[in-house]
């Protein structure tokens, strides 16, 4: 069936610094891959989404990037803030019915 | 900037009682959607919604779970008969388009369901 996995579960980085998070999907017919970022108690939040005809695309210090071929797509935050510290979430989409990936508790300490 | 609401935000439940959770998706969109996060586990699909029938579903959508749009502006889940493993947090979603290349979804704040 539909699936995706994310990885790393958890992720520590020093404020400054970058943090990557990659996740792969099954469904090669997936179009649509949004991230959300959720803090405690809250509403998942788009932050960034990347279509299947697009390659890479960037935000300010967000970037996605997409290969197709391999199936997966990673998530870049560079100069990392403390609140950039939450549960990020990757998910794919073909027909609107979003698959979610595990979550990463990213934490970045001052 | 519109936002999808939801009510209520917290609903405590006696198992085997009957609960409707409630949304009002933003006023121009068309596809309404349903999902689920028990603590500490990612979200969960259950069904999405379109032209007043339901599009799609997952299996942990079953004969318990029903969805309703009673008018022009409501989105409701009901869970008939509800389990302890129904505690979780709901989320309701829509988007404005599906058939287009992307269909980005936003989120309500959720209702947090406790079956006692």
């Known amino acids: 069936g539909e699936n995706v996995e994310q990885h790393p579960s958890t992720l520590s980085v020093q404020e400054g610094d970058s943090a990557v998070i990659k996740c792969t999907y099954s469904d090669s017919a997936s179009n649509y891959f949004p991230w959300y970022k959720q803090e405690l108690g809250k509403r998942p939040q788009l932050i960034i989404d990347i279509r299947s005809n697009v390659g890479e695309k960037k935000d300010q210090r967000i970037a996605v990037t997409l290969n197709k071929t391999a199936k997966h797509f990673s998530l870049h935050i560079t100069e990392t803030q403390p609140e950039d510290s939450a549960v990020y979430f990757c998910?794919?989409?073909?027909?609107?019915?979003?698959?979610f990936g595990q979550g990463t508790e990213l934490s970045v300490k001052p | 900037e519109p936002e999808v609401t939801q009510t209520p935000s917290h609903q405590v439940t006696q198992m085997g009682q009957e609960v409707i959770l409630r949304c009002v998706p933003i006023?121009?969109?068309?596809?309404f959607y349903w999902y689920r996060q028990i603590l500490g586990q990612k979200v969960e699909f259950l069904v999405s919604?379109?032209?007043?029938?339901?599009?799609?579903k997952s299996e942990i959508f079953d004969d318990q779970f029903s969805v309703e749009r009673p008018d022009g502006s409501n989105f409701t889940l009901k869970i008939r008969s509800t389990k302890l493993e129904d505690s979780a947090m709901y989320f309701c979603?829509?988007?404005?388009?599906?058939?287009?290349?992307?269909?980005?979804?936003?989120f309500g704040p959720g209702t947090r369901l406790t079956v006692l």
């Open positions: 998910a794919a989409t073909r027909r609107g019915k979003l698959i």
């Open positions: 919604f379109y032209n007043n029938e339901i599009s799609e």
């Open positions: 979603a829509s988007s404005q388009v599906r058939l287009a290349v992307y269909n980005e979804q936003f």
């Open positions: 006023s121009n969109h068309l596809y």
